[in-house]
């Protein structure tokens, strides 16, 4: 998996004074949650902009002003209800003897059979939720849709690895394609197609005869 590398200061006044004051100077309060101690720091809003506008996923680096550095990843963030501003993000620290759960996000693979004949593809899950060492876990999970026809659905198991476990029930459907009129249509015609077929068939023998 990826890792962004995000250079802050370690805070040591915590209240609503100073966290006003680093929002206006356009610092983005932050903690760090999961190690032996809790650790607040803050950063410059852009420093995150890799990090929280970007559909992909990434395990962080965090170095602190005072030479430490914090392997984490990003738990929940908190944006301004009207500017959209980022408030303040919580970070879980990772170890590399230590599990941690993510939502990886989903991709297809192929050209679905179903998709081809006038299916359309639909999304059930964008993103999967799994659980493993965070040196295991892949930047993005592809699903071969390649042999999906009409009415097929791909299910979590299908995504399954050894190294990592998936949260999601078995029977979790990812995507399906769904018929169309299109699709529909298409079907009409290849039975007819075939019924007259099979009527030829059976009238040859008797001309012959």
Do not use: W
Not at 91 to 114: A, H, L, Q
Not at 151 to 167: H, M, P
Not at 190 to 199: D, S, V
């Amino acid at each position: 998996m990826k890792s962004l590398t995000i250079n802050a200061s370690q805070r040591e006044s915590v209240g609503k004074k100073a966290t006003k004051a680093l929002r206006n100077a356009g610092q983005v309060p932050c903690v760090i949650y999961g190690g032996d101690t809790i650790i607040h720091f803050a950063a410059p809003e852009i420093a995150f902009k890799n990090l929280v506008y970007t559909p992909d996923v990434h395990t962080v680096v965090i170095a602190l002003d005072n030479g430490t550095t914090v392997n984490a990843i990003l738990q929940d963030i908190q944006f301004h209800p009207v500017t959209d501003k980022i408030l303040h993000i919580d970070f879980i620290e990772i170890f590399d003897d230590k599990p941690i759960t993510m939502e990886i996000p989903f991709k297809t693979v192929g050209s679905s059979r179903g998709v081809r004949n006038g299916g359309v593809l639909r999304y059930n899950l964008r993103r999967i939720k799994v659980k493993g060492l965070a040196s295991k876990l892949p930047d993005v999970l592809e699903g071969d849709i390649s042999e999906l026809k009409i009415g097929n659905k791909l299910y979590v198991t299908n995504l399954a690895s050894d190294d990592f476990t998936i949260l999601h029930p078995d029977n979790t459907v990812v995507c399906m394609v769904k018929t169309s009129r299109t699709a529909v249509e298409e079907e009409e015609e290849e039975t007819e197609g075939a019924a007259e077929g099979a009527t030829e068939g059976a009238e040859a023998p008797a001309a012959e005869a």
